[in-house]
């Protein structure tokens, strides 16, 4: 059976990084990830990407050069695979390269009801995908998204068919659970029916409070959160938001769930100490999630975690203590860490699109039908 190589990169909402993986597919699509690497964001870098998921002065002229930025950074993590590998350039079928999403606003601004012109919006992954393929000699795949949007989709998340072919058991329901920045979950029932959509915040607000508070760039194990008692009201107030009451397919980003949103919040609770913050932040997360699992997913004894969320031993108890009768494990158990699924999707979309092969789930994102995703910038 033939295979081929691709390299997977992907930055996400948490903006910590680049986190690629080196794979291998076989005709099927079964993928065999074989090594992985990570380039992390610097503190300036990290803010100026912030700042760009809010309006701002010049904001064409920062994000064409922080495109640029990112694409150098995947550059960085392409030859660290490379030199961990015994493979060169030429062996790379592709590499699949995600972007960093500073803004995404799906099916909203631009309808026509005159015209009959529905509602496209747009989603915004900075990348600059020439200078990738550029500086790597590899035909590289970028802009995944849009092609969804254009079919009256979500264009996220993207995940849940790579999450079935990966996950899926013959004889019972899975839940996968992607805890980056923003939450997202995928539900796999054993007859091969796919649904998925965004839950919530995952480690955004809590990495912006952290930091604010601590100077750390997480929490790590969750050891804050911990060390705080959840605060009702506060909890309550920011389960109130209707984004957490809508019915799938749903998307959503730091457009919403920011700290201008958090700090309406808090303003209305503002004797809760910082601490009591935090832990409420992660009970917030994990209550999010585990009443998504609950209404759509009932059926569901195991939900595997994925995303830097299934680093934070405390939020993982949190899941566990509203999922009960729910095994909750890390994707590791199954066979992929968790920090190198997200990266191994893309790769598996770069193969799919390579391929000319549709890769989105309309029970997922909403679209008119099924679509090859993304764009190809040969080397």
Not at 36 to 63: I, V
Not at 212 to 224: E, I, K, P, V, Y
């Amino acid at each position: 059976m033939t295979s081929s190589h691709y390299i997977g990169l992907m930055s996400g909402t948490s903006l910590d990084g680049v986190d690629g993986v080196l794979a291998r597919l076989d005709e099927q699509g079964s993928i065999q990830v074989l090594s992985h690497a990570f380039e992390p964001f610097d503190a300036p870098f990290r803010s100026a990407l912030l700042q760009l998921n809010q309006r701002g002065d010049d904001e064409l002229h920062r994000s064409a050069l922080a495109g640029n930025q990112i694409a150098r950074h995947y550059a960085q993590v392409v030859h660290a695979l490379l030199d961990k590998s015994v493979l060169k350039s030429e062996h790379i079928t592709a590499i699949g390269a995600h972007g960093q999403t500073v803004r995404h606003r799906p099916l909203e601004f631009d309808a026509d009801p005159a015209r009959q012109q529905a509602a496209v919006g747009y989603t915004l992954q900075l990348n600059n995908p020439s200078l990738l393929a550029e500086l790597t000699g590899i035909d590289v795949v970028a802009d995944f998204r849009s092609r969804d949007l254009a079919a009256g989709g979500q264009g996220a998340p993207l995940v849940p068919a790579f999450h079935h072919g990966l996950f899926a058991q013959p004889d019972a329901c899975v839940a996968v659970l992607n805890i980056g920045g923003i939450s997202n979950l995928s539900v796999l029932s054993p007859n091969g029916d796919v649904l998925g959509w965004d839950c919530g915040p995952g480690n955004a607000l809590m990495d912006y409070w952290c930091h604010t508070h601590t100077g750390q760039a997480f929490d790590r194990n969750g050891a804050w959160a911990a060390s705080g008692q959840r605060d009702p009201e506060l909890l309550y107030s920011m389960y109130q938001e209707p984004f957490l009451h809508r019915q799938p397919p749903k998307s959503t980003g730091r457009d919403l769930f920011n700290p201008v949103w958090l700090t309406q919040h808090l303003d209305a609770c503002p004797d809760v100490s910082a601490a009591d913050v935090q832990a409420t932040l992660c009970t917030f997360t994990a209550l999010a999630c585990s009443q998504d699992i609950l209404r759509f997913a009932p059926e569901a004894r195991t939900l595997i975690v994925c995303g830097g969320g299934a680093l934070n031993d405390h939020l993982m108890r949190e899941l566990s203590e509203h999922l009960p009768g729910v095994a909750v494990v890390s994707s590791e158990r199954h066979g992929l860490p968790p920090l190198q699924v997200e990266a191994a999707a893309f790769a598996w979309l770069a193969f799919k699109t390579m391929r000319r092969e549709t890769s989105s789930l309309p029970s997922v994102t909403g679209a008119r039908g099924t679509r090859v995703l993304g764009a190809i910038y040969p080397r």
